[in-house]
């Protein structure tokens, strides 16, 4: 994972951040019915209020699925992840191919598209490669590769929900002397079917978006951020589901190794 994705991942994890941080807690009731607003047990409570709820369910969550996007580059993540490092999806890198990864503890399953390898090795190699390689996932672990190493950033939620609270506040909590911040409320609308309510942070020219599922547990189910006409968007679902653990069976992997004399000279893989 190239750093320049981390970054702009960890951008729009902070629209949960650090302005958000008291850790309020959630009573799970629907919208009642002599609520105008439609924004269920939401109404009435703050800005910041809403948000500390949303935060304290993603920092409570042991698995879920997350989907991002960034104008800052083509990658996109679609995985479901868990505390413990595991994780199943795809890494889409557009032009340049799609990879499905699956992650078990140390061991990793990766298996490039046609157009991942196409990519990656000149003219005929490619072709190649990508025939001798259909329907095949390349296997190794995180400790004896360094390109599977720096999957596992990726793959772990742990990280996500710590990059999730937040670095430009003071421990306390409280913003830093030199942020300026604002955090309002926005009106309930729709995503994906779900009623939620939005949360707007603003902060030094970034505006940060929280979308707050209304009914039930008030889980965040969009992230959006905005800053230096760049914009990127996190989407949380499936809260709370394992992570699958099948993996792929002996006679569908190759060792990862085998592939390192193709790729010799051609750079690192771009998953």
């Given at each position: ?20 941080l008291a850790g309020a807690t959630s009573t799970g009731a629907v919208a009642a019915a002599d609520d105008p ?90 072709t190649t490669a990508a025939d001798k390689y259909k329907d095949t996932y390349l296997h190794g672990t995180t ?129």
């Amino acid at each position: 994972m190239t750093s320049r994705r981390r970054a702009a991942t960890a951008a729009v994890a902070l629209s949960c951040g650090a302005a958000l941080l008291a850790g309020a807690t959630s009573t799970g009731a629907v919208a009642a019915a002599d609520d105008p607003d439609g924004e269920g047990d939401l109404a009435g409570k703050s800005a910041q209020q809403i948000a500390d709820t949303a935060l304290h369910e993603l920092l409570a969550a042991h698995s879920l699925r997350l989907r991002t996007r960034t104008t800052a580059e083509p990658t996109q993540l679609d995985l479901t992840l868990d505390q413990a490092g595991n994780c199943a999806g795809a890494i889409s890198k557009g032009p340049l191919g799609r990879v499905e990864i699956i992650k078990r503890g140390t061991q990793v399953w990766l298996k490039p598209d046609a157009t991942f390898w196409k990519s990656q090795l000149p003219g005929s190699e490619g072709t190649t490669a990508a025939d001798k390689y259909k329907d095949t996932y390349l296997h190794g672990t995180t400790k004896n590769d360094a390109v599977l190493q720096s999957l596992a950033d990726a793959c772990d939620l742990k990280a996500f929900q710590k990059s999730a609270t937040g670095h430009d506040e003071s421990p306390s909590g409280t913003p830093s002397p030199s942020a300026t911040v604002t955090l309002t409320k926005g009106r309930p609308t729709t995503f994906e079917g779900t009623p939620v309510l939005p949360v707007v942070k603003k902060a030094n020219g970034a505006v940060q978006t929280v979308y707050v599922a209304i009914n039930g547990k008030h889980y965040p189910l969009k992230l959006t951020a905005e800053i230096d006409h760049e914009t990127g968007t996190i989407l949380l679902s499936n809260y709370d589901t394992p992570v699958s653990a099948k993996t792929p069976a002996p006679g569908d992997t190759v060792d990862i190794s085998s592939v390192k004399e193709l790729l010799e000279g051609q750079g690192e893989p771009n998953a």
